[in-house]
Each structure stands twice: as structure tokens, then as C-alpha cells.
């Protein structure tokens, strides 16, 4: 059967794309950021799953105010990279996993979980970002993706209670399709940031370290944490943490299993006007 091997969670700050697609990697400002993804991307090869199932917020590309699902399921055989305004990145097109992707879908939704399934959309940086930061930049991608949007960009969003009772959905979903992948879930976005009115550029190292603590040791209770908590301690772009309980509720403990282990750690500010954090936790 499929299972789920690991979670990756990091942010996906559009001026980390920028600065890989020109070349500024080894600049002072953001030598230090890529750094902390070294360890990733060597243990990426190691690792190399079969697909990943990455969790992500649009920006205002595939969907708008016109049309926002909750949660939305990518089940296309193929994705572009959008263009959000210059351009698309210069990056690989993004290739599907239908099969999996529509088995994760039925499964999900007769899991009482309701999905947007979506046959045809572009992806952005909120996606292509991490895949660059964990793959570099290959001609192309090394692993299938199913791209899974989650709206935290338009109140009202998913508590994060629900987005870690979907992850567990998730897992089970996974473990009852039948062909023999190796999966991994990435969860994407955050940590503290806010982009607009008077606290704009607010970072809070003392809390995002505090929630990768709790994400680690203590997820279930960590997933109780009401909007209001995110907002005022991460700012208002802070939210998109909840999109790390979703990979979180995937891992083996949370069925029973034993606690995961901490492949990698990294936390860096600044990067542009966000808290960059990341964490790699392996099945046991």
C-alpha cells in the first residue's frame, strides 16, 4: 500500500523564488536563508518519494474573491506556473498524480471532509517555492506532486483543528490506495508576518518557536489555538500556520504509532518581511 513517510514544513516567501530565479543565493542578505535548506536538499535525494502531497495557500491566481474553496484538491495531470503579474518562474511545470489524487479526494470526502476538485489550475510560488528550496532547480521536477490549496486568505478560514483532523483523513486516505508510493506531505506558509496597516512587518521569533515546539510535542493540543491567537501573536499572515496541522495530522503518531523523528530544524529572520521556518519530522 501507499504510506506516508515524512513531513516537511517550511515557508514560501515569494522573494526566496526571486532570489534563486536571479541568481542571489550566495548574496549576504540571503546566503544565510539557503543555508538552512543544505541539510534539506541532500536529505530530499536521500529520500525521494514517489509523490508529495503539498499543502498550500493561492494567491489570488488559480482562484480569486469570485470563487474561494475551503479546501481544493489539484487532480490534473499537469500544472503550469502562474503568472502573478511578471511572469511565471522560470521552473519546471508541476506533474500530477490523477490516480492517487482522485482516491485521495472520494476517500476524504466520504471521510466527512468536503474538497473543490480541481482538473485544471496554474500554480504559484506558494507551491513552487518549496519545491525549489527542498529540490534546487532541476530541468525537472524529481517527484509526482498533487497540489492541495487551502484558503487562508479571505476569512472566514479553516480552524486549525480542522485542518489537523483532515491530515489524519489524509493518512488513512493514503494508506487505502492500494499501489505500493512512497509519499511525503509538505506543509507550507508562514511563520509570523503581516503585509499591511500598522503592524505591518511584525516578526515574533519567540512565538514561532514556541508553535515548531508545540508542533513537534504537542500537536493536538497546538491545534486547538484559535484564529484570534494567530493573529495576534503572527500577525495577520500568520493564519497559514494552520496549513502545517494538515501534514502534521498525517504523521504516524497521531494513529498510534511512535513519535517522529527530527530530521532538521531551521529558523531565520528575515527573509523580505517574514520569519522564515522549517522543520523535516520522519515516520519512526
Known amino acids: 500500500m501507499a504510506r506516508i513517510t515524512a513531513s516537511v514544513y517550511t515557508s514560501h516567501v515569494p522573494a526566496i523564488g526571486a532570489a534563486l530565479d536571479l541568481g542571489k ?14 541539510f534539506s536538499k541532500r536529505w530530499f535525494d536521500q529520500q525521494r518519494p514517489d509523490v508529495v502531497f503539498l499543502v498550500y495557500n493561492d ?8 470563487f474561494i474553496p475551503t479546501f481544493a ?16 518562474r522560470p521552473v519546471p511545470p508541476v506533474i500530477g498524480h490523477p490516480e492517487l489524487a482522485a482516491h485521495i479526494a472520494h476517500s476524504v470526502i466520504q471521510d466527512d471532509f468536503d474538497l473543490t476538485i480541481v482538473n485544471r489550475m496554474d500554480v504559484d510560488h506558494g507551491l513552487t517555492v518549496p519545491l525549489s528550496l527542498m529540490c534546487g532547480q532541476p530541468e525537472a521536477w524529481p517527484c509526482a506532486v498533487i497540489p492541495f490549496a487551502v484558503n487562508v486568505v479571505q476569512y472566514p478560514v479553516p480552524s486549525g483543528r480542522r485542518c489537523f483532523m483532515l491530515g489524519q483523513a489524509i493518512r488513512r486516505a493514503v494508506e487505502s490506495f492500494g499501489p ?23 516578526i515574533n521569533r519567540e512565538w514561532d518557536n514556541r508553535f515548531l515546539d508545540r508542533l513537534i510535542a504537542e500537536p493536538d493540543a497546538l491545534s486547538r489555538l484559535p484564529h484570534d491567537d494567530y493573529v495576534r501573536e503572527a500577525g495577520s499572515e500568520g493564519i497559514e500556520l494552520v496549513m502545517w496541522l494538515i501534514a502534521r495530522g ?30 523535516i519530522l520522519e515516520n519512526s
Do not use: C
Request: aromatic share 10%; net charge negative.
Open 25 to 38: 543565493t550566495t548574496e549576504p542578505y540571503w546566503q544565510p536563508v539557503f543555508a538552512g535548506y543544505d
Open 180 to 202: 505500493e508510493l512512497n509519499v511525503q506531505i509538505w506543509g507550507t506558509g508562514g511563520m509570523s508576518h503581516q503585509l499591511q496597516g500598522p503592524r505591518a512587518g511584525l
Open 250 to 279: 498525517a504523521m504516524a503518531d497521531i494513529h498510534g504509532g511512535a513519535a517522529p523523528k527530527v530530521a532538521h530544524r531551521f529558523y531565520h529572520v528575515p527573509a523580505s518581511n517574514t520569519a522564515v521556518g522549517h522543520l
Open 73 to 88: 484538491i489539484g487532480t490534473a495531470a499537469r500544472f503550469e506556473p502562474a503568472d502573478e503579474g511578471w511572469g511565471p
Open 59 to 66: 494567491h489570488a491566481t488559480a482562484f480569486s474573491l469570485d
